[in-house]
């Protein structure tokens, strides 16, 4: 994988080898719980926190934070062939997806069908247990 070199003309030499997000959760455990088993990812519990690995090698990790307040935006995307399909199982498990009206209209099942109306992506939203957003994206 190619280094990431920043712009910047004061550190024109540094190079990035690697980079990763991360986002807050008040629960730990049922953060693992809900990341693991419901979305069924590789979720790996060190005592800083969870470390998600996805197969393409790019990372997210999950920090406990007693004062947490959920995001107010996306902090996941998860790219799907079929979000029909996704969100289907998803529901069956459990999961809520969240209903909007308006320009980001969603259907009864939570999917936005972008592609439809000319807006981007077919996507739906839900929030984890510490409410912060995740979204499932149809890839092209």
């Known amino acids: 994988m190619k280094a990431a070199k920043a712009k910047s003309q004061d550190v024109k030499e540094l190079a990035f080898t690697r980079a990763f997000s991360s986002f807050s959760v008040d629960d730990l455990d049922e953060a693992k719980k809900f990341y693991s088993q419901t979305l069924g ?34 902090v996941l995307n998860l790219l799907v062939d079929d979000i029909r399909e996704a969100v289907d199982k998803l529901t069956g498990l459990g999961v809520t997806f969240e209903q909007y009206t308006g320009e980001m209209k969603t259907d009864e099942n939570g999917i936005m069908w972008g592609k439809e109306h000319g807006g981007g992506p077919n996507i739906a939203w839900l929030k984890d247990p510490a409410g912060n957003f995740i979204s499932v994206i149809e890839e092209p």
Do not use: S, W
């Open 41 to 74: 990812l590789d979720v790996d519990k060190t005592k800083e926190g969870l470390d998600i690995e996805f197969e393409d090698g790019q990372n997210v990790f999950i920090y406990p934070k007693e004062d947490h307040e959920p995001a107010t935006f996306t």
